[in-house]
């Protein structure tokens, strides 16, 4: 994400109000909401008690977003005078697809786990059965030190207009879940 939003922030288009922008700063200790709802808290009263708006929040993960969530409605967010920012998350668990349904939260990325858990069984089959995997992505990944041979699986945005398409009519999560 940063590879597109960076020249952004270089020209001014987007504005990181607070300023932090470095992963000793932006990171979340251990993924918890609670930590990132004390932190967007803390955000918040720093950066935004002059009338200013948040008006996105680029979240890594749907726990964290749920926290972040939290604290905007704890300052008066989700309502009309105050609408929702746009709020991303990752991993399209049910709460946040509830979330979302509800318009609290914008999107999340949406990995099948069904489908992962498929290509790590058909990897180590090949794999312990001496053969050599045919389907490896040897040039995209590279982590600096290598490139790491993957097996890239196709993610999803899901956000309130394909949220039953993505996740509910494919069985990843059951409708009644969502109510």
């Known amino acids: 994400a940063m590879s597109v939003l960076q020249p952004l922030i270089d020209n001014g288009t987007i504005k990181i109000v607070s300023g932090q922008t470095g992963m000793d700063k932006v990171g ?83 990995k099948d786990t069904r489908e992962l858990a498929k290509s790590t069984v058909e990897l180590t089959d090949t794999v312990l059965s001496g053969g050599k995997p045919a389907n490896l992505d040897t040039t995209t990944y590279n982590n600096d030190v290598k490139v790491v041979p993957s097996i890239l699986l196709t993610p999803h945005e899901v956000d309130k207009s394909n949220y039953q398409a993505l996740v509910v009519d494919s069985g990843y999560i059951k409708a009644d879940e969502l109510k």
């Open 28 to 110: 979340t200790l251990r993924w918890l909401a609670a930590t990132a709802q004390a932190r967007m808290d803390n955000l918040l009263s720093a950066n935004y008690s002059d009338g200013k708006r948040v008006d996105g929040v680029l979240s890594p993960y749907d726990g964290l977003s749920r926290g972040i969530i939290a604290s905007l409605r704890g300052v008066g967010y989700g309502t009309a005078d105050q609408p929702w920012p746009i709020i991303t998350g990752q991993d399209a668990e049910t709460a946040s697809v509830k979330a979302i349904i509800a318009g609290e939260q914008y999107s999340t990325v949406f």
